[in-house]
């Protein structure tokens, strides 16, 4: 089931908002069983199968953080229950998402002459299986407590973030769901939060959906597709993943709302930002403060304790230096950004997205450590320059991102180059329509900027338009959205269904 689907709109979320209202009457225990059912319920319709590996991951790791609980003060036996834990969900991931593609790379090399064949891989694995991850190694560091069961499950299953993201935090989710708060409808919280998933909801159908054909053409037969031609597809599918992936976490956090349950941003307009170190803070930002916290930080630690072992300094006047710097940061910086490449694919593709970010920002650090912020080279980047030049870096990036195969993508970076010649393919319409929707991606507020949602500690990015305040009383905004969304939906019921992006990880 998706959030676009026709049951979800009209029989699932209703049965969820009028359940969550009757159940909210007997107390927190029932109105979170009832949640953590509908969310099973939910990826059920999607495989029942599945299901059972769902609940299966679930209970595993919840007597994994049992026995970590457990073992308090036994340092020896927290760190062989966390290590099981961990070694088990990447065996359990690795089998459904690398081994069947590694086999099939063995036989396209000769290695091995099988067919293999293929598995399905279960919707969501990813998100589950790193969520449930960092809860247990924050357990072990004493950084989470032990939770009851009932209150694990909907942390992990809830269906707003189950499939697709973002990547939940226990110290966000879980002080949401103690005894202390009132559970059952707030109006103030079902309005907005119907006017956020409405937004979303406009970006999915009537952007994303409609630019598909559009942004495949370059991917689909690129030796065929002149220079225009080619330009125009990267540039339609730069705004398809946009409008796919910022609908859809839109959808989430308004989802979530509904229950007066507030989740992570996830998109903060990362087309804006001015430097590759900018948009991974605004892009995926659960992914991004994800593998930081535990990627990233325990390997540049790691890596400052050996300097410190060998009796070389780990201090900031020590990253200035060629061998601080490559050890404390680009080491880590690019080997965490390799890791994350292969989080999103098995295909070599992936892992050159994921090597060129990790450069990009290994190269933006660089300018960061040693050019001074009041030096004339500075100055030499303003802002709008910042944002096409990381516009322009993150458009490479996408071409392996979305091409199938490395050659596929070489063949697209081709034609962009005019190897291809000049070629048909395009109209000056479709360029109109993805100019357009670049401006509005460059001179709009956001969706928690236009609701007045944002964080207290966040910097407003750059618009045109500065809407006001949003006011719960505001009734006609809500009515007026929630109209559209369901309005849009019936619409669009014709052209089937499309799956969003982020589903295939």
């Known amino acids: 089931m998706t959030f676009t689907a026709p049951a979800f709109l009209f029989v699932f979320l209703p049965l969820c908002v009028l359940g969550f209202a009757i159940f909210g009457r007997f107390g927190r225990r029932s109105a979170i069983g009832f949640l953590g059912f509908m969310s099973l319920v939910f990826y059920a319709e999607w495989s029942t199968k599945f299901l059972l590996l769902l609940v299966g991951s679930i209970l595993f790791n919840y007597t994994m953080s049992r026995l970590i609980a457990r073992a308090e003060g036994n340092d020896r036996a927290q760190t062989a229950w966390l290590t099981f834990g961990i070694v088990s969900n990447l065996l359990c991931l690795g089998y459904f998402k690398y081994f069947f593609p590694l086999l099939h790379f063995f036989t396209a090399v000769g290695l091995s002459h099988r067919d293999w064949g293929s598995v399905i891989l279960p919707l969501g694995i990813s998100f589950f299986t790193f969520t449930q991850i960092a809860y247990l190694v924050d357990l072990s560091q004493g950084a989470a407590e032990r939770e009851s069961l009932i209150s694990y499950v909907l942390f992990v299953t809830f269906f707003p973030h189950l499939v ?3 990547i939940l935090h226990h110290k ?7 005894e202390e708060r009132r559970y059952g409808i707030d109006r103030a919280d079902v309005g907005v939060g119907l006017a956020w998933f409405s937004l979303g909801l406009f970006k999915k159908l009537i952007v994303a959906d409609n630019i598909v054909n559009l942004a495949d053409k370059p991917f689909a037969d690129p030796r065929h597709l002149g220079l225009w031609g080619t330009w125009l597809g990267v540039l339609a599918y730069a ?7 910022s609908g859809y976490s839109d959808m989430a956090v308004g989802l979530a709302r509904m229950f007066s349950i507030r989740f992570p941003f996830n998109f903060n307009s990362p087309y804006k930002a001015a430097s590759i170190i900018d948009f991974w803070q605004r892009w995926h930002m659960t992914l991004t403060r994800y593998i930081t ?7 540049a630690m790691s890596m400052s304790r050996r300097r410190i ?4 300094k780990a201090s900031k006047k020590a990253q200035r230096t060629l061998g601080g710097f490559t050890q404390i940061i680009a080491f880590p910086m690019i080997t965490t950004m390799f890791l994350a490449g292969i989080w999103h694919g098995a295909g070599l593709q992936f892992i050159l997205f994921g090597l060129a970010h990790g450069i990009y920002l290994t190269i933006n650090h660089i300018w960061r450590i040693f050019v001074p912020e009041d030096s004339r080279w500075q100055r030499l980047l303003p802002t709008p320059v910042g944002v096409l030049l990381t516009f322009a ?7 392996f991102f979305r091409a199938p195969s490395v050659d596929n993508a070489l063949s697209v970076f081709s034609g962009l180059a005019g190897r291809h ?14 100019a357009a929707l670049l401006t509005i991606v460059w001179v709009m507020p956001n969706t928690q900027e236009i609701l007045g949602q944002t964080n207290p500690d966040d910097e407003p990015t750059w618009s045109l338009i500065r809407p006001r305040a949003w006011q719960p009383a505001d009734i006609w905004w809500i009515a007026a959205f929630f109209g559209a969304a369901w309005a849009i939906a019936l619409a669009m019921l014709p052209l089937g269904y499309r799956p969003f992006i982020y589903f295939q990880f």
């Not at 398809?240 to 992936?245: A, H, I």
């Open 393 to 399: 870096c993150v458009l490479v990036g996408q071409v």
């Open 309 to 312: 072992r060998q009796g070389k």
């Open 239 to 245: 705004m398809q993943l946009y409008f796919d992936f």
């Open 164 to 166: 697709a993201g973002p």
């Open 172 to 178: 966000e989710i879980m002080p949401q769901l103690r």
């Open 421 to 434: 010649g000049l070629g048909p393919g395009w109209q000056i319409s479709q360029f109109l329509i993805i």
């Open 293 to 299: 916290l535990y990627l990233y930080n325990p390997m």
